[in-house]
């Protein structure tokens, strides 16, 4: 499998003041480098504060990393606009309502990533988001609904189809199954799936549950404290891993079981 995104040694330190004391630097991640093939799934794990997110923020880039860099296709990002950064990455978030704007309805909120990275003329912005919501699930229709108006399953939908809207190749997920009822969590796993056999979407998962990494993973991250504990493909870490925090990750799922379909990875 070709690799599509190489991570080289970012880190993200930031100055904490204490009134008029010197800043003094506090490291949220130390130097971690992976790799990612096209259409793999990358799941990164820790316990809160451990640097989950503020790896998936630097690739999305909501951050910018203190040292390294990412390339994708060979490509570094450091020489990329941030509109042709948001062809490659796209992000979606764990509160779908709260990162949706209410006074606007969705289709306009989709169009917004057209009308700001692409050259479609209004009749084809249009036309894409409707074949954009028929991937996700939605219909036509919801184009013109308010985001109060849908349920919350829908609600994330309309999050991933504005992540795909631009047909990136790679999107990260920072616990966004968390606040998803189990039935409803399942549904939105085995629909990136299919999106991802469909479209040769690389995910990043930012995630707690065990049992979905397990299912969805072919790579998996381990952080401790902002540094990289262990990082290798699913099956290697869960039968080979003598690291004792991989094995308490990988060995029990303290969140939850999800009922997944056929298209899960094993």
Request: charged share 20%; aromatic share 6%; glycine share 6%.
């Amino acid at each position: 499998m070709s690799k599509l995104l190489e991570v080289r040694g970012i880190s993200k330190y930031y100055v904490h003041k204490d009134g008029w004391l010197p800043g003094k630097r506090v490291c949220a991640l130390e130097p971690t480098s992976f790799t990612l093939g096209r259409g793999e799934t990358l799941s990164i794990m820790g316990e809160t504060g451990s640097g989950k997110s503020t790896i998936a923020k630097i690739i999305a880039g909501a951050e910018r990393p203190s040292q390294g860099e990412i390339f994708i296709n060979g490509q570094s990002l450091n020489l990329m606009s941030d509109q042709q950064r948001c062809r490659h990455v796209r992000m979606i978030f764990q509160d779908s309502l709260r990162s949706l704007n209410p006074q606007t309805t969705v289709g306009k909120q989709l169009c917004e990533p057209l009308i700001f990275n692409t050259e479609l003329t209004p009749r084809q912005q249009k036309e894409r988001v409707h074949n954009t919501l028929r991937k996700v699930g939605l219909l036509p229709d919801h184009y013109d609904f308010y985001p109060h108006m849908l349920s919350s399953g829908q609600q994330q939908r309309v999050c991933i189809a504005r992540a795909i809207v631009l047909e990136p190749q790679i999107i990260v997920a920072d616990e966004a199954f968390a606040a998803l009822d189990p039935s409803i969590r399942a549904q939105i796993i085995n629909l990136m799936l299919d999106l991802q056999q469909d479209m040769g979407i690389s995910f990043i998962f930012v995630s707690h549950s065990t049992e979905i990494v397990k299912h969805v993973s072919d790579k998996i991250l381990i952080m401790h404290r902002g540094k990289m504990i262990e990082f290798g493909t699913t099956q290697a870490l869960i039968q080979q891993s003598e690291e004792p925090l991989t094995r308490a990750l990988l060995c029990s799922d303290y969140n939850y079981k999800v009922p997944l379909n056929s298209t899960t990875k094993e």
